[in-house]
């Protein structure tokens, strides 16, 4: 069973368009988080929710808005679509003072 | 920036040899992860140090946290190409009653056979 499980792992998509990245973990983790990976590969944080709620929300365009329908899930939806938010965005979840536990990622490529 | 520092950015070292990358953070910690990623491919976690804790053990890897210098360091011993990879820190810290992991820079380390 995979842990952090993202889908899509790879969307290729034209610029303006609005696409969602879904994301389930199966550790009973209260706390999920979004990162994007850069081409630089920075990794940085965007957005951090724990137990449904949203507690931490980087600079990030407010065309990203994350939703968390339940403890288990929290999914990413990006509208009109630009070409500088290619990137891998990685899904994470986290336990208490635990390591925290990464999706494998979704590399966004708009064209 | 919150984002950590780690230096080197790159490092090439021959099979056998010991690699050593460096970690900086600016805030209060919790504890700092290192994690491995390989070209292409996601996150794999290598090693969690408490801030409590100054040193510790996993295989062929020794992490060290000063906190007081606010820095970690990351020895591979006896390192194999299958090392070649970029090595990431991560610290955490308690934010708004939650865990916030900022990772550093990287390090991309590759190890000729």
């Known amino acids: 069973d995979t842990a952090v499980s993202q889908t899509p792992k790879y969307l290729v998509t034209q610029m303006g368009n609005d696409k969602s990245i879904k994301c389930e973990q199966n550790?009973?983790?209260?706390?999920m988080y979004w990162y994007k990976q850069d081409s630089k590969k920075f990794l940085k944080i965007m957005f951090s929710?724990?137990?449904?709620?949203?507690?931490i929300n980087e600079t990030v365009p407010n065309r990203f808005s994350p939703k968390s329908p339940d403890k288990a899930h929290l999914n990413l939806h990006i509208n009109s679509l630009e070409l500088g938010d290619s990137a891998v965005y990685f899904c994470?979840?986290?336990?208490?003072?635990?390591?925290?536990?990464f999706g494998q990622g979704t590399r966004l490529t708009v064209v | 920036s919150q984002q950590g520092e780690e230096d080197p950015q790159a490092l090439s070292i021959q099979e056998g040899e010991n690699a050593t990358m460096n970690c900086s953070y600016k805030?209060?910690?919790?504890?700092l992860q290192w994690y491995r990623q390989n070209s292409g491919r996601g996150l794999v976690h290598l090693i969690l140090?408490?801030?409590?804790?100054r040193e510790k053990h996993s295989g062929r890897l020794r992490v060290t946290l000063d906190t007081s210098k606010k820095s970690s360091s990351l020895l591979i011993t006896a390192s194999r190409a299958a090392d070649t990879a970029s090595y990431f820190c991560?610290?955490?810290?308690?934010?708004?009653?939650?865990?916030?992991?900022?990772f550093g820079t990287g390090t991309r380390l590759k190890v000729l056979a």
């Open positions: 994470a979840t986290t336990g208490v003072n635990t390591e925290a536990f």
């Open positions: 550790l009973g983790h209260d706390t």
């Open positions: 929710y724990n137990n449904k709620e949203l507690i």
């Open positions: 805030t209060s910690i919790n504890n």
């Open positions: 140090i408490r801030s409590n804790e």
């Open positions: 991560a610290f955490a810290g308690l934010t708004s009653g939650t865990y916030k992991y900022i």
